[in-house]
């Protein structure tokens, strides 16, 4: 092709049709860098991450015709596959046709009745594509429309020879013959305008956070389970707490090494049998003497750790639980428990039993990039062939996924029983895994040759690579946004709120082509009305509260958009500043928010009222200031947070940390925010960090189980006689109780 000098030069910056180009596929062509500067991707960033959307292009002229393929793309079906639109809101719908087509649309809703759409003025010019005139008519989508999943039906056919071909107001009337009507159809979710908050919640709410892997008992396994699950907020929900709020239960690896973040799944839509509390499966009560002395013999194995401090070793846990649940399961199931099962795995559909083949090829075969090439397409005859060897195996995954769901769904029924408001609420991984069972089982749905970060800022200068596949706009489109419904309609199947994690995502994404530097990438914008929407949707059918996790680089048009949804967003005490740096007031906080003193990425309160957080990013290199200018802006930090509190009248002279940490939290509860949160770890003194964003190796993330102050392991038993965490409770209570 002509003109390929000018894309050799990787740094070049990008013609202006490369940038209409990518601007009319959503690839954002200027950004604000952490410098406050115009910033813009390359010319060979723009190429990449358009070849990432299915758009190759090597010269001038063939960004010519893709400009024109773009343009003209709407007008080539007669309905997009998927509208989605807000409940109480009229809308309309456009339909393309051949000019002077007679066309006739109606609304099919799920419970089978039927609609017909007025037509309303289009003025909308004609235009030719493929050699055919073509025009644009279109109908009236009603503010009565019910919330849900509906269909849209046209039917498209011919006006009569001697017509004029008229189009939009003037489009000729419905067709009397059928013989040459052509139907197109296309998904219809109405979605709710605005999330309202259950009536349960009242006015607003408090509860408790923590990383339930951490949480564990004397009869855990050496990490937090659905059994300490169930205890912890039986007992907190006793305590006035309205939730409960826990880290992603998303699948890992089902063999080691499995991967230790919960926010790195090989799928966030099946959850991590980790998690599953052997003894608590209904067929342990018939196992004879023997195969019961298998399934303790197992729990032996790892008991022990559970009075450990030292780091969580999933590997081993996993082994151990792995052993016990093959007992079980072999055991078999009376005729009306395997009829549970079997029901259940026909609700799931081909996403579980995708899953399940996938996870029993990895036990067979080792991790997905060690596979036959055979084997990489699942859709494949050999993958069949493997699918009708390894029945049992999938059997047997499939249901883990079973027995998991009915013990978080009674952890929910516990959490509700003990008065919560919500129950527990989940949180969902921004991502999934590029080796997992997502992108093997749906690869269609992933851009390929990108991956997902975070442009440099200030603590990350050279910017993040998350390792994680984007999400395919077009796609989701295509799909009426399958990947996304399910995954949010099975999470919140026993949750009474959820927590998403980088909200943003839905709006937009930082695509780092491969090969390149996490600095080269560019944002691709995602249809948020339609992500959103189908999330609230979800939401509502669920009965459940959702908050975007919405710290750091989030426009304020975006936190707007959110609150205008329902949406709440989070606040972080340590982050929310005035312009002078100033603690921001507690009435100055936003209403809509889940408001906490602390987050998982920052060291518990008692470590950072002991500058831990500093100490540690010395002690791993992470810094990128001088150590004690870190110190000096850390302690004029925490000098000003400690004016704000004298100020309020919350803390006298010579506090202990105890009277620090609860007026920090009385500082929260004194907020107008909806949802208040107290990290568990706050309540027991604990100071070790979950999570040091930045590290892999270097740090143990994601492993650091529950203790006090003194390095000794903190159990749920013992949590009701924890005088410093029930004290910490009752300062939230009471002052929640006072704000009234």
Partial sequence: ???????????????????????AYGVSTEYWDYHGNLASPSSATLRA??????????SEEEIGRALREVEDAPWRQALAPTVVTRGGVESTVPVYVPDGAKVRVRVELENGDVRELTQTEDWTVPREVDGVKRGRASFI???????????????????STDQAAPQGAHAAPPADSEAETITVTSALAVTPNHLNLPESLGDRGWGVMTQL??????????????????????????????????????????????????????????????????????EVARLSGPKRSLVQWAFEEVKDSDLSAEPIDRDAVWKAKREALEVIFAAGRSYSRQRDFERFRAEQGEGLER??????????????????????????????????????????????????????????????????ALGIMDDLAVGVHSQGADVWSNPE??????????????????????????????????????????????????AGALRVDHIIGLFRLWWIPEGMGADHGAYVRYDHEAMLGVVLLEAHRAGAVVIGEDLGTVEPWA?????????????????????????????????LALSTVNTHDLPPTAGYLADEHVDLRERLGLLTEPVEQVRTEARIERDRMTSRLREHGLLGDAPTERQVVEALHRYVVRTPS?????????????????????????????RIPLADGAGEVVLVDDLPENARLGSLLSVVRDEMASQD
């Fill in 355 to 420: 899953f399940a083949l996938w996870s029993a090829l990895v036990e067979k075969h080792g991790p997905l990039d060690t596979w036959p090439a055979t084997l990489r397409e699942a859709d494949s005859a050999y993958v069949a062939n493997e699918a009708h060897q390894l029945a049992e195996r999938i059997d047997f995954f499939a249901w883990l996924q079973w027995i998991v769901d009915e013990q978080l769904a009674r952890a929910q029924a516990e959490a509700l029983a003990s008065g919560m």
């Fill in 445 to 494: 749905a992933f851009a390929s040759g990108v991956t997902v970060g975070a442009p440099p800022d200030m603590y990350n200068q050279q910017g993040q690579n998350w390792s994680q596949p984007p999400w395919n706009p077009e796609y989701l489109a295509r799909s009426a946004y399958a990947p996304l419904r399910d995954m949010v309609r099975t999470v919140l199947r026993h």
């Fill in 141 to 159: 989508l009603g503010a009565d429309l019910p919330l849900g999943w509906h269909r849209i039906i046209a039917e498209v056919s011919p006006g």
């Fill in 674 to 702: 909806v949802l208040v949160g107290v990290a568990l770890v706050d309540g027991v003194g604990e100071r070790r960090a979950q999570n040091q964003p930045g590290t892999d190796q270097e740090y143990p993330n994601w």
């Fill in 1 to 23: 092709p002509t003109h390929m000098n000018e894309f050799n030069d990787d740094l070049l910056p990008a013609s202006e049709s490369l940038k209409q180009l990518a601007e």
């Fill in 213 to 282: 892997y951490s949480t564990r008992s004397r009869g855990s396994w050496g990490t937090g389970d659905t059994d300490d699950l169930t205890e912890l907020a039986a007992f907190l929900g006793d305590q006035g707490a309205d939730f409960l709020l826990i880290n992603p239960l998303h699948a890992a690896e089902p063999v080691a090494p499995m991967t230790h973040s919960p926010y790195l799944p090989v799928t966030r839509r099946f959850v991590n049998p980790l998690y599953i509390r052997p003894e608590n499966i209904p």
């Fill in 559 to 591: 936190r707007d958009y959110l609150a205008s949804r329902g949406v709440l967003g989070t606040s972080v005490l340590w982050f929310e500043k005035q312009h002078d740096g100033w603690p921001l007031q507690p009435q100055d906080y936003r209403r």
């Fill in 49 to 58: 991450v358009l070849a990432a959307l299915g758009v190759s292009i090597n």
